[in-house]
């Protein structure tokens, strides 16, 4: 059997720029080969980590030092219909901050992994500061244009991901601001779809460090969401159902961490939130389904440059403990593995200078969306959520174990398949 070439993954210890983009599809990872990067020398988690940092990185150092307006590149879809300066930057801040956070939440550590943590962390916190800082050069944009809302959304989940690592650190004056930029949202008219849980995570968010909050807008984005639930895991964004990834990209991860909120502060019910849950694992469920022996997956539907954040939802609940019974953790780790190696180790996922590029896999700018830029990108990183477990968990240490679709091709016996009601 052919073995991949592996990209050459330098110590946790170095930054940016230590892994070269392969160049071809991940081609030895099939029904009998599930965990290829013990040929490398590495774990499944020194990879996802060696990964994130290096998608990560770009980001958050320029905005710590303020220069991520001047040195980020401003690749932008076909058509695209937005300003891009006005609102690319809260793009790749926020949605790359949102999938650091479980990660940057474990305790520090003098580990090779938490000396490198410890150094995003610090970056990530002062990349906040200079954000909502007006006289930065990287303020950042939340009140001209519609998009700001979406982002914003994003930078709340980070802080309701991590609070303590996140929010609680940072100094009042920067609080303050951030606040205010948030309230300044409400002037944006949220989209009839899955835009309704933008707002309502901004409203969660501030209900969470008891800020005054608008329950109106966290009670219309329940009823929408619970009434436009197609069945079988799936919601419909918006009145007509679309068969894409935005269950995993939004509606999923973000209608239970809102609920999550509403719960804990009791504003909500809890009854909501299991029923939530329990969508979402069966959402889940055919999720890792769909995961091919090669670690490919059906390219289908809007905003496939998000790449590996269309997982979400899986990863999310490996992070949380409360994947679908006969789910085991390790078939979802050596699944997104599989996936990881496929996507970023093509060559142009990458620019020269490290950057991701427009694409699934590759650079492929033809697929980009009218409202995708370099900037959104960065929403892959919440691909990587289950960095949030430490590396004891069963998730990481537990044998390599085959997903199901290489179970199935491979003439192994898989659990049956049928449809839910709830």
């Not at 219909?81 to 479980?102: D, M, N, Q």
């Not at 300044?184 to 209900?207: C, G, Q």
């Not at 033809?366 to 900037?375: F, K, R």
Request: with cysteine; charged share 20%; hydrophobic share 40%.
């Amino acid at each position: 059997m052919e073995r991949r070439n592996f990209i050459k993954i330098a110590p946790l210890a170095g930054l940016a720029g230590a892994m070269a983009p392969g160049k071809t599809l991940a081609s030895a990872i099939t029904g009998h080969t599930v965990n290829d990067t013990a040929a490398a020398g590495i774990t499944d988690r020194q990879y996802h980590l060696n990964l994130l940092q290096r998608i990560a990185t770009p980001v958050v150092e320029n905005m710590s030092k303020g220069t991520l307006k001047k040195n980020m590149p401003l690749e932008k879809g076909p058509g695209y219909g937005l300003v891009v300066e006005k609102v690319t930057y809260l793009e790749a801040f926020g949605r790359c901050i949102s999938g650091l956070a479980p990660w940057l939440a474990l305790p520090d550590d003098v580990t090779p992994e938490g000396k490198v943590r410890k150094q995003l962390k610090e970056q990530v916190l002062q990349g906040i500061v200079n954000g909502v800082n007006p006289s930065s050069p990287d303020y950042l944009n939340f009140r001209s244009e519609s998009q700001p809302l979406v982002d914003a959304a994003y930078l709340c989940q980070t802080f309701m991901r991590a609070p303590e690592a996140l929010w609680q650190p940072l100094d009042n004056t920067t609080k303050a601001n951030i606040i205010k930029e948030l309230k300044e949202l409400r002037k944006i008219r949220p989209a009839y779809n899955n835009w309704l849980l933008f707002a309502a995570m901004v409203e969660a968010f501030l209900l969470s460090v008891n800020e005054e909050w608008e329950p109106l807008r966290t009670m219309v984005a329940t009823k929408k969401i619970q009434e436009w639930y197609a069945g079988d895991g799936f919601y419909s964004d918006g009145p007509q159902f679309s068969l894409d990834y935005y269950n995993g990209y939004v509606i999923h991860p973000m209608f239970t961490d809102m609920l999550k909120v509403l719960v804990d502060k009791q504003q909500g019910s809890k009854a909501d939130y299991d029923q939530a849950i329990k969508r979402m694992q069966r959402f889940s469920e055919l999720q890792e389904r769909m995961i091919a022996p090669d670690g490919t997956y059906p390219a289908l539907g809007r905003s496939m440059t998000y790449r590996t954040a269309a997982f979400q939802p899986l990863v999310q609940l490996a992070l949380n403990h409360q994947l679908p019974e006969g789910i085991a953790p390790a078939q979802v780790r050596c699944a997104m593995t599989a996936i990881m190696k496929n996507i970023f180790e093509m060559e142009g996922t990458f620019d020269k200078q490290g950057w991701l590029q427009l694409g699934i896999c590759g650079h492929q700018p033809e697929v980009a969306d009218v409202y995708t830029s370099t900037g959104s990108l960065y929403i892959c990183t919440n691909g990587f959520l289950a960095l949030g477990l430490p590396a004891g968990d069963p998730f990481w240490s537990d044998p390599a174990a085959e997903w199901t679709a290489q179970k199935v091709w491979s003439g192994k016996r898989i659990k049956k398949d049928y449809h839910v009601n709830y």
